[in-house]
T-cell receptor
Framework: AQKVTQAQTEISVVEKEDVTLDCVYETRDTTYYLFWYKQPPSGELVFLIRRNSFDEQNEISGRYSWNFQKSTSSFNFTITASQVVDSAVYFCALSAYTGTASKLTFGTGTRLQVTL | GAVVSQHPSRVICKSGTSVKIECRSLDFQATTMFWYRQFPKKSLMLMATSNEGSKATYEQGVEKDKFLINHASLTLSTLTVTSAHPEDSSFYIC?????????????FGPGTRLTVL
């Protein structure tokens, strides 16, 4: 069975602060994908990143960066110099690596509130 | 990127009525579509997986007679909530994946907010 844990239910930061959202996962699969999605108040899911289990390189995209550590089954997400527009619920998700579409198991989400 | 639409975006209905939600892939052929449900301030929970031309596979605890899923074409899947009750009020989101998606690329629709009075 797959499981994704996002222990932080809600985080509040002041604009320009850095913030890290934690994600810990469990899976019996040796190969798998990890994802992060952003869900703004409108409800639509915005894809942020996909990482396969073969690739443990950290990734940076603008103010966003991701730290994948297979040894601790974690895939943490850091926003540098946060902005009000970053306020949203962020979901970490996991899927099997089957070569075809397979279901996503989502964490419970972390609500990020960025204030001025 | 690929576009997935959902219709309607919002629906309010009376208890006991049935509601149909459409999920369309606009610019690609979706061999697999997923239906998720999200209660307020909760996570997304997979309801069912549907492959074009096949019966949907439902997750444990999801009533297949209540949530009818049809995936009759490569661009359209429908979810019908039959005899809806207030506890069915939720945000329903579909995602679609094409046959040429080796990285389990799923494209999400904008969601449908169902309110049952």
């Amino acid at each position: 069975a797959q499981k994704v844990t996002q222990a932080q239910t809600e985080i509040s930061v002041v604009e320009k602060e850095d913030v890290t959202l934690d994600c810990v996962y469990e899976t019996r699969d040796t190969t798998y994908y990890l994802f992060w999605y952003k869900q703004p108040p409108s409800g639509e899911l915005v894809f942020l990143i996909r990482r396969n289990s073969f690739d443990e390189q950290n990734e940076i995209s603008g103010r966003y960066s991701w730290n994948f550590q297979k040894s601790t089954s974690s895939f943490n997400f850091t926003i540098t110099a946060s902005q009000v527009v970053d306020s949203a619920v962020y979901f970490c998700a996991l899927s099997a690596y089957t070569g075809t579409a397979s279901k996503l198991t989502f964490g419970t989400g972390t609500r990020l509130q960025v204030t001025l | 990127g690929a576009v997935v639409s959902q219709h309607p975006s919002r629906v309010i209905c009376k208890s006991g009525t049935s509601v149909k939600i459409e999920c369309r892939s606009l610019d690609f052929q979706a061999t697999t579509m997923f239906w998720y449900r999200q209660f307020p301030k909760k996570s997304l929970m997979l309801m069912a997986t549907s492959n074009e031309g096949s019966k949907a596979t439902y997750e444990q605890g999801v009533e297949k007679d209540k949530f009818l899923i049809n995936h009759a074409s490569l661009t359209l899947s429908t979810l019908t909530v039959t005899s809806a009750h207030p506890e069915d009020s939720s945000f329903y989101i579909c995602s679609a994946s094409g046959s040429g998606s080796p990285y389990n690329e799923q494209f999400f629709g904008p969601g449908t907010r169902l309110t049952v009075l």
